[in-house]
């Protein structure tokens, strides 16, 4: 800094020093002239910024508007000096965690020295948003009950091809379609727009499925699922048409109404010779359900995240009117919260139940509790575990091992995806839960019991939402056993 720069900080208390300084990194990280920066110094001192525009680089798909639409501040608002650093970054996460982007960055395209007047400019990096998936999985709960229980059998793979559109006209809208032949026929269509009204608080889905099963689980015993297979008959077809709405006032607030209609039939076989109790009465289940869901999102990077919490409450009510095939009104909450340690140690938990407020016997179908994805403790992957009540405390501990950006370069045709971020984490879990069944709980040990699992692991992050879990757990029956799962956001 010259000699008539330092003149100046000469006439500021400590205070407005302090404000001058974080300014004066501002202006420097805009390459700002000498001139300006002197300009700036004389000028009166304030300790905020005022946003006077917004502008959007990089987006070719998107709509400016839904990226602006994530930021917490907007046009004419002020931001204090103090808190500008952490305000910018925890907006680029917001922009970020729309799945829409593969980097975001926040910075100023000018300054007004006299008012401290700003323009924020976003540049974006666009992903991918188009997903043509070849259908070759299994058709079991996860991979491992596939490749020891049923001998990896590939009469038991489902085929076909699953389309996603993530941004279909660039309003952040998803398009899912899935059809899908072999171990399970089946056809789906789900559509959301996340903004319906001017003010991008509004939105709606509309949701379609028909499948047509000749295997199906028709039973838990020994705390495993019990399929039967008839080449010549459909056991179980399913039909659901749904839509909904969504209110999202702020970022992180959401609330969501669904009103669904099910039709789900069973051949007379199933009733008489496997499971009385499938549907408890008849041979076919239809019924009209509505379910309310509030979330509270303030985690800082939703597919892993590793500060902030998400709090979750839904209420669903299945069979609205009188005579539906079903009667239940079952309460669900979660809480999950993240803290980091530095750069290298973090850690989290995860509480969640589930209660049915009417406390009747339910259907077999439609009696899950524990053992199928989110809803799982690990060391119990091979298990199922029914119930009308459930309630499970997860907590785990990790360690930071590898974080680096890979250059693909001429190997990644795509630019988006040329530049990848990984990261690899040593995890510690420890997990309790408990299923309450009073119906099927016979035959079946685990459930009404207290369940414990540890494990230590890998986790690989790639890019910042395609997760891989390599895992060793232990059960309280002192059963071993190494689990794989992944998570990828669309």
């Known amino acids: 800094m010259n000699h008539s720069l330092q003149s100046y900080f000469g006439y500021f208390s400590l205070r407005n020093c302090l404000t001058c300084c974080l300014a004066l990194t501002a202006l420097l990280s805009l390459n700002a002239q000498p001139e300006q920066i002197l300009d700036s110094i004389k000028a009166p001192i304030l300790d905020y910024i005022t946003v006077r525009k917004i502008q959007v680089e990089g987006n070719r798909r998107t709509k400016a508007e839904i990226v602006v639409r ?62 043509p998936f070849p259908i070759l999985e299994m058709a079991d709960r996860n991979f491992n009950v596939w490749w020891d229980t049923y001998d990896h059998d590939l009469s038991r793979l489902n085929w076909g091809i699953r389309f996603y559109h993530t941004n279909l006209t660039g309003r952040k809208d998803n398009l899912k379609a899935v059809f899908q032949q072999g171990f399970t026929k089946k056809y789906e269509l789900i559509y959301t727009l996340p903004y319906l009204n001017r003010h991008r608080r509004l939105g709606a889905n509309i949701n379609f499925l028909y499948t047509r099963e000749r295997q199906i689980g028709y039973t838990t015993q020994g705390n495993e699922l019990i399929f039967t297979n008839d080449r010549d008959r459909l056991l179980l077809q399913r039909f659901r048409l749904g839509a909904g709405f969504q209110y999202r006032r702020n970022l992180d607030f959401t609330h969501r109404l669904s009103l669904t209609f099910h039709d789900n039939l069973i051949h007379d076989f199933v009733r008489t010779e496997l499971n009385p109790d499938f549907f408890l009465e008849g041979t076919e289940q239809r019924y009209l359900a509505a379910a309310y869901q509030f979330t509270v999102d303030k985690r800082d990077i939703r597919p892993y995240p590793m500060h902030g919490y998400l709090i979750d409450a839904s209420l669903a009510r299945n069979g609205l009117l009188i005579g539906d095939g079903m009667d239940a009104l079952n309460l669900q909450a979660s809480f999950q919260q993240f803290f980091s340690f530095g750069k290298k140690w973090s850690t989290g938990f995860v509480l969640k139940g589930k209660t049915g407020l009417l406390r009747n016997k339910q259907p077999y179908y439609g009696s899950q509790a524990l053992g199928f994805e989110p809803d799982f403790i690990r060391g119990y992957e091979y298990y199922v575990i029914d119930g009308l009540d459930y309630a499970y405390n997860k907590s785990l501990v990790r360690y930071l091992l590898f974080d680096r950006n890979i250059n693909l370069g001429p190997y990644m045709r795509l630019e988006s995806f040329r530049e990848m971020p990984v990261k690899l984490f040593l995890v510690f879990h420890n997990e309790l839960g408990y299923a309450n069944n009073p119906f099927y709980g016979q035959n079946n040990s685990l459930a009404n019991e207290l369940l414990w699992g540890t494990t230590l692991g890998l986790d690989l992050v790639l890019y910042y939402d395609k997760v891989f879990n390599f895992e060793v757990s232990r059960n309280h029956l002192n059963e071993y056993g190494f689990y794989l799962h992944w998570t990828f956001s669309f």
Do not use: C, P
């Open 70 to 131: 994530e930021l917490d501040f907007q046009v004419n608002d002020t931001i204090s000096l103090t808190t500008l650093t952490a305000r910018l970054a925890e907006n680029e996460l917001n922009v970020l965690n729309t799945g829409l982007f593969t980097s975001t960055k926040i910075s100023f395209k000018e300054w007004t020295a006299a008012t401290n007047e700003v323009g924020v400019l976003i540049t974006v990096k666009e992903g991918w948003y188009i997903f």
